[in-house]
Nanobody, 111 residues
Framework: VQLVQSGADTRNPGASVKVSCKTSGYSFISVYVHWVRQAPGQGLEWMGRIDPEDGGVAYGENFQGRVTFTADTSTSTAYVEFTSLRSEDTAVYYC?????WGQGTLVTVSS
């Protein structure tokens, strides 16, 4: 099982960013994909999850309205899109099935 994420990205405040998580080695539609982030010096924060089988989503309270999860079953890839970025969104973003983790994607929000 592998989860391979897109590379590091830098954005200006107010911009959007989309991070990908390409999965392999298991049935993509059989397991939720969760998104978790870790800001510098902080603990892990659960952002939410998507059910790739039907696109059903659940968002953490701090992310409602700013984050969108999608899943492409043709490529077994999950995505998170973040809008209206703020400096405090600077973090490493992870996708995970809870048993396997992606390598993390550093998103830096800076003017």
């Amino acid at each position: 099982v592998q989860l391979v994420q897109s590379g590091a990205d830098t954005r200006n405040p107010g911009a959007s960013v989309k991070v990908s998580c390409k999965t392999s080695g298991y049935s993509f539609i059989s397991v939720y994909v969760h998104w978790v982030r870790q800001a510098p010096g902080q603990g892990l924060e659960w952002m939410g999850r998507i059910d790739p089988e039907d696109g059903g989503v659940a968002y953490g309270e701090n992310f409602q309205g700013r984050v969108t999860f999608t899943a492409d079953t043709s490529t077994s890839t999950a995505y998170v899109e973040f809008t209206s970025l703020r400096s405090e969104d600077t973090a490493v973003y992870y996708c995970t099935t809870l048993t396997t983790w992606g390598q993390g994607t550093l998103v830096t929000v800076s003017s």
